[in-house]
């Protein structure tokens, strides 16, 4: 839970939600989420669940986490936040299986994208434009990830959920696990061995196609 919460900080996240009720916690992270309401940046959450005390019972988004008194335990700031990606919830049923996808894929998407980052940030930029930048890159769709956002696979690697190897210790770098992929409404889930990512496309916004009427162009209602 604590390498979860770390990874998170690098990543940028904006906090790390814990949700514990009949002995299972469930740690989420936004890898991306969108900053405003015109931001067309996907919601892309990783995912952690484990087995807790059967009385914790909490729904908290917190900075960050750190060790307790014993192993077992960890210890809380004493604030909460509440950032707008916390207030989007995963279904919890109704999931469809509809494909797979290898990690090894998923990897190198990954790879392209933070070279596509670094190569296409130029000096000075600011964060605005930085930004502007990461959300184009990792939120365009990629043919070869299932024509899921490529954030997908930024978090699958930012959060560690990526094996570094084969099974049998062979070709670092070329992870042979097979990552399954489930739907439920605009939801798709990645369940890897480690963890799960979780991605919601973005809203569709503005005005829908204004149409003429002769001499006069009606607006249409959002």
């Known amino acids: 839970m604590l390498t979860f919460s770390g990874r998170a900080t690098k990543a940028g996240a904006d906090g790390v939600r814990l949700q514990a009720a009949d002995g299972v916690l469930v740690l989420t992270s936004a890898a991306l989420a969108p900053a405003g309401l015109f931001d067309q940046t996907p919601t892309v959450l990783a995912m ?3 087995h807790a005390d ?16 014993a192993e077992t335990e960890l210890t809380l700031p004493d604030t909460s936040r ?5 207030g989007v919830t995963p279904p919890r049923g109704d999931w469809q299986h509809v494909g797979e996808l290898s990690a090894q894929t998923i990897s190198e998407r990954a790879q392209w994208g933070i070279s596509a980052v670094a190569h296409g940030t130029t000096p000075g930029a600011g964060e605005e434009a930085v930004r502007a930048l990461r959300a184009r890159i990792w939120g365009e769709a990629d043919a070869d990830l299932r024509g899921l956002p490529r954030g997908v696979a930024f978090a699958a690697h930012a959060f ?11 070709a670092p770098g070329t992870p042979a696990e097979v990552v399954r992929v489930t739907q439920s409404g605009r939801w ?5 061995a480690r963890g799960h990512v979780l991605s919601r496309g973005p809203a569709v916004m503005g005005l829908t196609p204004v149409r003429g009427t002769g001499a006069q162009v009606e607006r249409a209602e959002i």
Request: proline fraction near 10%; hydrophobic fraction near 45%.
């Open 188 to 192: 798709t889930r990645l369940a890897f």
């Open 160 to 170: 560690g959920f990526l094996p570094s190897s084969r099974p049998d210790g062979s």
């Open 82 to 86: 509440a950032p707008a990606w916390a």
């Open 54 to 69: 059967p009385e914790l019972r909490c729904d908290l988004v917190v900075d960050e986490l750190s060790a307790g008194a």
């Open 48 to 50: 952690r669940i484990v």
